[in-house]
């Protein structure tokens, strides 16, 4: 079942500004969809007023064809797994599965059988008498899901579900939810601030930044055509650099890039390049769109250098190279490096007059 | 680390069983003598007399007038507490903190006032005494005072110890709830009120003790009327007065049981929850 948000505009602070402003999207049915943003960024707002935890002061929810924006949360059939999980402390896992088939008054029989079904979906068949403090985080975590999928909801809400696991058991839980989601084929929205979850999950994105929806797309849309300077600079971590229009390009130092068409000369411009997408070379003049940077640091973090470059305007920049690139390049602190900018976004600030 | 602290923090010997001394000492003699000189005094003369004491028809109807009064006023407190603290941890509206002021009145006003209030409402020459009169309903001097003057003193309690509980606890587990289709009702007692059950038994333990023990408030508008409107705490006074000392050390013991049964379920109360943590 598809949840098609339109318009959702909330403001906790009377006067303030508003935690979601005009947030407008549609989730697809059966897909993974990803809210993307930095913390504060009103993803986990546009969750809650889905799940109606929220109430939206203006906007509508619908869930397939249903409008439920004016439905209290027990009947929108929604399953919910939250961010510091919110298992029943005082119940044991069977129960806390139960729980939403208890108080539907469902008969016993059917109860327990679907109670040992989800243990088994989420791999915790040994584990079903213990009470949630007895389990790991990541145990925990899978206990939230089976109870969020045991009212067999309409669609799957994800508050930053591996936001308190460590590293290790968030990659492989992230494995495990894509699994999941295979088997069950659930409408599911997650939010996440983290961009290798939101690019490796999900079938859609949505980036969000202070209250407003920046960009809507395929994960590989949002990395490789991002549509404002905030996503151009939130996904993959890119260096900014600054520069003005010249000539119909941008300029950042020696380098003139872009083709930006009818741009008014002088407006400022500035140019995303992620670590990885720089290419190093030794010094060799005649090469276009190149210019020297000073290499100030060198640091090896397993597989890849992390190559830290100073640019003749004084601005710095972060490269990535694996680690056969870097031997290929031999180059030490101190020497100077040919630059090719050519993967940077470029956008003109204030160009959309 | 032990629950004794580290060798870094701990003190000379000298000094430390010296404290310890200085502290079983004055606990001793300000607490331990005292109640043991009641249970002498009320036992000194032989079981029989403490029985007979008890048996007393004044007596007895002290110690009922005080069970039925703990019963009336700690379920009126403990919903009211479970209320006010649903309501002052869960929702922000205007007055909140003027509620959560008011709750802690009771304990702040001394008990005698707060008898004298309820005499300046409800006696012959207070505001609704006239009112009052004309129907022949009798607050003052009678049960239902008692009752009021119990209910106000012993109002905090469990508000008081449910309230931070509440706010500390957050409420996922209860949006939880909701989103699994639970109702209100349903999300009450399958889960808020198993997190906070400790922290209300505790109250409600309390306030049961201050109800039953509560002597200033009740001694204002009970106006002594023997087998009528005497509670244990009055009635120990009145025997005591008239140099019974048997009879009065005889219910001030029931009273410091009371005491001291209340104190023994909290701490276990207190030891089955460190074992669940």
Not at chain 2, 262 to 275: F, G, H, I, N, W
Request: charged share 20%.
């Amino acid at each position: 079942m598809s949840v098609t948000v339109e318009g959702l505009t909330k403001k906790f602070a009377p006067g303030g500004r508003p935690a979601v402003h005009q947030a407008t999207f549609t989730a697809p049915s059966g897909a993974i969809t990803t809210l993307l943003g930095p913390s504060g960024s009103g993803k986990t707002t546009v969750l809650r007023m889905i799940a109606g935890l929220e109430a939206a002061d203006a906007g509508t929810v619908r869930l397939g064809a249903l409008d439920c924006t004016r439905l209290p949360v027990r009947e929108r059939g929604v399953g919910v797994v939250f961010q510091g999980y919110a298992l029943f402390k005082h119940l044991s896992v069977r129960r806390n599965i139960a729980f939403g088939l208890e108080v539907r008054r469902r008969p016993k029989a059917e109860i327990d059988r679907r109670v040992e079904e989800l243990l088994a979906l989420v791999q915790l068949e040994a584990l079903g008498d213990r009470l949630p403090d007895q389990l790991s985080g990541g145990q925990q975590q899978r206990v939230a899901f089976a109870r969020a999928l045991a009212i067999e909801p309409r669609v799957l809400l994800l508050d930053e579900p591996f936001g308190a696991l460590d590293s290790r058991v968030r990659v492989e839980l992230r494995t495990w939810l894509a699994e999941l989601h295979r088997k069950t084929h659930l409408t599911t929205i997650l939010v996440t601030h983290d961009q290798d979850e939101a690019l490796e999950l999900s079938q859609q994105v949505v980036v969000m930044n202070e209250g407003r929806i920046e960009q809507i797309g395929s994960p590989d849309e949002i990395y490789d055509r991002p549509a404002t300077a905030f996503v151009a600079a939130f996904i993959g971590n890119a260096n900014v650099l600054r520069g003005t229009v010249k000539e119909g390009q941008a300029a950042l130092g020696a380098h003139a890039l872009g083709a930006l068409g009818s741009a008014p000369e002088g407006s400022a411009v500035q140019a995303f390049v992620r670590p990885d997408e720089v290419k190093l070379a030794r010094a060799d003049p005649d090469a276009p769109a190149m210019s020297l940077g000073l290499v100030e640091a060198l640091t090896r973090i397993g597989g890849f250098v992390k190559v830290g470059l100073r640019l003749p305007s004084g601005e710095r920049l972060t490269v990535e190279l694996g680690k056969a690139e870097f031997e290929a390049l031999s180059v030490s602190q101190g020497d100077r490096v040919l630059v090719d900018l050519g993967g940077a976004k470029i956008f003109v600030e204030d160009y959309s007059i | 680390m032990s629950a004794t602290g580290s060798d870094a923090i701990r003190e000379p010997a000298l000094v430390r069983y010296s404290a310890i001394a200085v502290a079983i000492a004055f606990l001793g003699l300000s607490v331990v003598v005292p109640l043991a000189s009641v249970l002498v005094q009320a036992f000194g003369q032989g079981a029989g007399r403490f029985l007979a004491a008890l048996r007393e028809p004044e007596t007895w109807a002290a110690i009922r007038l005080t069970l039925l009064t703990a019963a009336i006023s700690v379920p009126l407190n403990t919903a009211f507490g479970v209320a006010a603290a649903w309501l002052i941890a869960r929702y922000d509206f205007r007055g909140k903190g003027v509620l959560t002021t008011l709750i802690d009145l009771p304990f702040s006003i001394s008990p005698v006032i707060a008898g004298l209030i309820f005499v300046l409402l409800f006696g012959r020459q207070g505001l609704f005494g006239p009112l009052l009169e004309a129907h022949d309903v009798q607050i003052i001097f009678a049960v239902p005072g008692i009752v009021l003057a119990t209910t106000f003193v012993t109002l905090p309690f469990v508000a008081r110890e449910v309230l931070p509980l509440m706010q500390s606890q957050g409420s996922n587990e209860e949006e939880a709830a909701l989103t699994l289709g639970a109702s209100g009702w349903q999300v009450f007692f399958r889960v808020t009120l198993p997190k906070i059950r400790f922290g209300l038994v505790t109250g409600v333990i309390l306030c049961n003790a201050r109800a039953m023990g509560e002597f200033g408030a009740v001694s204002v508008v009970s106006g002594h009327v023997r087998g009528l409107t005497n509670t244990m705490p009055l009635q120990v006074e009145i025997l005591y007065n008239e140099y019974n000392l048997v009879g009065a050390f005889s219910v001030a013991s029931l009273l410091t049981l009371l005491a001291m049964v209340t104190l023994v379920a909290k701490k276990l109360l207190e030891r089955s929850k460190a074992v669940r943590r």
